[in-house]
């Protein structure tokens, strides 16, 4: 894997090119801890949101990738440099799941998507368990990001519409505990893509409306 200061320096130069192709905006709700343990939880609705995502954040980013990209040794090297790590979307990856804990466990940000795959219309799918059981188990605050525009990269070279990562406010360990004890994993999980929703409401991207867990 690339070391953190040439790391910070690709992602400087990757929010240059995003915002000057594509206008990139950033808006930012809360405070972004620069160090110790992270969740990041984002929706998903392209294969380019993990790039404009960890460009906008201040600090080197791990995420998972589908296994399905680390077939070739060329691919699985150049994945792997950028901080990627395959996870088998076919049921419960434990070896991911032990690597995500030790990132997190190490004081690293991890970056994950709680729908498990792209939502092709753009619409919250119901989360996965998983960022409920990491959170859980990891006592990590969590911060729910939006993206928006980044399944429409031809559009936002005209702007219509652009590339936004709104950064919401942070889900504490206690926030989660207290749905943990209510509805265990899958109401962690509810709970953060209820934050994700509603970040990118507050910054006008999209309506509201509670996800469906």
Do not use: Y
């Amino acid at each position: 894997m690339i070391d953190g200061l040439s790391m910070q320096a690709i992602q400087r130069c990757g929010r240059a090119v995003f915002r000057i192709v594509f206008g990139l905006r950033i808006s930012v709700a809360g405070r972004v801890p620069r160090t110790g343990g992270l969740l990041i939880a984002s929706n998903h609705i392209s294969d380019m949101d993990p790039p404009v995502l960890g460009s906008c954040i201040p600090r080197t980013v791990r995420f998972m990738a589908k296994s399905e990209l680390f077939r070739g040794r060329a691919m699985s090297w150049f994945f792997r440099q950028l901080g990627a790590f395959p996870v088998n979307r076919r049921g419960v990856d434990r070896t991911a799941l032990r690597t995500a804990e030790s990132i997190l466990g190490d004081g690293g940000a991890l970056l994950i998507f709680p729908e498990g795959t792209r939502s092709m219309d753009g619409r919250p799918l119901p989360p996965k368990p998983g960022v409920g059981l990491l959170a859980s188990r990891m006592g990590v605050p969590v911060l729910p990001a939006f993206l928006h525009g980044t399944d429409r990269p031809l559009s936002a070279l005209a702007r219509r519409p652009r590339f936004s990562v709104c950064l919401g406010r942070l889900i504490f360990p206690e926030e989660m505990e207290e749905a943990g004890r209510s509805g265990g994993t899958s109401a962690m999980a509810g709970l953060v893509m209820d934050r994700i929703v509603e970040t990118g409401a507050e910054a006008g991207l999209i309506r509201a409306e509670r996800s469906a867990n």
